[in-house]
């Protein structure tokens, strides 16, 4: 359980300075707002139409695939660090572990699942 | 009281907290966001529990992908997007209200069973000699399931992609 305290104090900082920032800014911050102060705020560019729109399906296809390739990773994981143990014949499987979902990816590739458009 | 049993109230305070905003949003999309919370406190129970890379899984799977999927979904869902919030109460709530007390009659009825005796994990190897040690498995005694779960992500990105396509 040790393990976790670095990981308990990161998260610990992690909450206490973004909150800090906040606050402190608005504790110290003069408050004269105006509409043109009020207005969204994106990368400089005037926004364009309402926030809560219905968004692109792509999306959605793409997040489907991540899914998977996301849970690719857990089984790879055990495997990449205890590499150093493990012979040719563990880099053969996972290559082959690999490869399945390699062939997934282009099937989804060849059935356009990966175009924006 | 250890400092075990306060990260345990912390954690459980988080998931039933958010689990409670979660059931009463009225705007799926926040609802959605608080669930992320419950799924934050699971993880936490995990490491408690000494299953780490379970812990650790919960985060990536559950937070980094599964969350961002469902909350995908909705961003889709033109009927609930640009709409106001619904109502908080539908006429399903007694249904609801039954299969929730079940389900809590259920547990509390296990819990007074089990007594006193529970069993948790040894003192687990810490996360990354686990790590190993799995690795180690899947290469040996857990090698076709290992390869089979590679068929079985094959079918589920196949198969979503079919249902995704035809609509």
Redo the contacts between chains.
Sequence with gaps: MREYAVLGAFLLVGIVLPAAVVIGGWLLGPKRANPVKNSTYECGLETVGETWIQFKVQYYVYALIFVIFDIEVVYLYPWAVAYNRLGLFALVEALIFAGILVAGLFYAWRKGALAWF | MTL?QG?FILASLLMLGSALAMVTARSMFVAALWMIGTFAGVAVLF??L?A?FLGI?QI??YI???A??IL??I????DV??LKPGPRYTGQWPLAAVMASTLAAVIVLLLVRAGNDWHIADAAP???DF?????????TTY?LP??V???V??V???G??VI??DE
Aim: no cysteine; aromatic share 6%.
């Design positions: 075990e990260i490491i408690l000494n780490g899984v990536l799977i980094g992908a599964i961002v999927l995908f979904a961003m889709l869902t033109p997007m640009g810490n996360v990354t790590a190993v040690q799995l690795g180690e498995a899947f290469m090698l290992f390869e779960a590679s068929g992500l094959l589920a990105l196949i979503a992609l995704v396509r």
